[in-house]
């Protein structure tokens, strides 16, 4: 089922598949072992409900971590200065603000009497820019009516409404907006992920665990570069690090010691034989997407899945994608689409799935009438449909 979010549940992947930088092959015995590759975003609890840890968490404050590690030098930044490495405790002070908790709230069930149970959520994000744009991990925000930024600014508690603006299932990755105006208590400044090499010390920022653990810092090394990892059947690179990576963590900040951010803290393998094993998407990979995730998602207000050639066959109707609700003044109501109804062409294109209908959309602005074909009762229609944000 997909919503303009693209709604899904929470992922718990299984796999025994990875393959390092080097493409050596796993060692005699390891393929044998299956190991959970776990998107570490959301931690979950029924409203009213709370969130306990089982075990110890490894907490450092920004007093008690003074070592200076040193890692190929970078480019200079926009100043035209290179920077310096920093100890762990000045990383955090210049990062550990950009780094903020992101709190979401989904309707997880309908209960006995018919009313929706509300389940809370929480992961992390990254303040990009000065006009409130916070990049974080799609499977964070993905089914969320309700979001909200908890800064790390020493306001406890306080949140602050956010927006998703948009986002790319495929790469894991979404941007929200702040909706109130804020003083920001500091911007994230990018780093190069192509510049790093095993051995590289790193630092991660997030939220392990929920709220209470707002701002955590840990730290580790670089263990892989382009570590192919098999989520979802989709072939992504990683950089894989130690540094510890807990539920909750999902869109933190992986960071050089020159106190810029290098990856987007995303997933770990989860195991009973398995410890030190986490992933962050590389930064390069997100750079060229910024400027698409900045633009604002275009909505048609409908609940859809999609049929295929096997649903298609069984039920006797054509492949395209399948509305199940229409929101009530949404674009598509306004534009006559109704329940029932089947799209099978969008802007004079065949489309046979909400990710070809999407891709299209995308390439659209705000205001854009587009001509929306469907399959009504065995009979073609065509509406035009005004795509609004």
Not at 26 to 55: D, F, H, R
Not at 65 to 86: C, D, H, I, R, Y
Not at 289 to 303: A, E, R, S, T, V
């Amino acid at each position: 089922m997909n919503n303009d979010y693209n709604n899904h549940d929470f992922i718990d992947v299984d796999s025994s598949e990875v393959k390092n930088s080097y493409g050596k092959k796993n060692k005699k015995g390891m393929g044998k072992k299956i190991l959970s590759y776990i998107l570490i975003g959301v931690i979950s609890a029924s409203l009213g409900g709370t969130v306990s840890a089982i075990g110890t968490i490894k907490y450092y404050n920004n007093k008690n971590a003074k070592e200076e590690f040193t890692q190929k030098k970078p480019l200079p930044n926009k100043s035209g200065v290179a920077p310096v490495p920093m100890s762990v405790s000045s990383i955090v002070k210049q990062v550990g603000p950009a780094v903020v908790g992101v709190s979401t709230k989904s309707i997880s069930s309908i209960d006995m009497f018919g009313f929706p149970e509300t389940q809370e959520g929480m992961g992390s994000g990254i303040i990009f820019n000065e006009d409130g744009y916070i990049l974080t991990n799609y499977h964070v925000i993905n089914g969320a009516r309700q979001i909200s930024v908890i800064l790390n600014n020493g306001k406890e508690g306080k949140e602050i409404p956010a927006k998703v603006v948009n986002y790319n299932s495929a790469m894991d990755l979404a941007v929200i907006k702040l909706t109130e105006k804020v003083k920001l208590p500091a911007i994230a400044e990018f780093g190069d992920s192509d510049n790093i090499e095993v051995g590289d010390p790193a630092v991660a920022i997030g939220n392990p665990l929920g709220k209470q653990f707002l701002g955590s810092v840990t730290y580790g090394v670089i263990s892989a570069v382009n570590r192919k990892v098999s989520i979802e059947g989709q072939n992504q690179n990683f950089i894989q690090t130690d540094a510890a990576i807990n539920p909750g963590n999902s869109g933190g900040a992986l960071v050089n010691t020159y106190g810029q951010v290098i990856g987007i803290n995303s997933a770990k393998i989860g195991g009973s034989q398995v410890e030190g094993l986490g992933f962050a998407i590389p930064i390069n990979a997100v750079k060229p997407q910024i400027q698409n995730l900045i633009k604002p998602i275009l909505k048609m207000g409908i609940m859809v899945r999609n049929i295929d050639d096997k649903i298609a066959k069984q039920y006797k109707l054509p492949v395209g994608i399948y509305v199940q609700q229409v929101e009530e003044f949404s674009p598509a109501e306004k534009a006559g689409i109704t329940p029932g109804d089947i799209i099978i062409r969008f802007d004079r294109k065949t489309v046979k799935t909400v990710e070809e209908m999407n891709s299209i959309k995308q390439k659209h602005n705000s205001g854009d009438v587009i001509e929306v074909e469907v399959n009504r009762d065995g009979k073609n229609k065509t509406l035009k449909l005004t795509l609004s944000e």
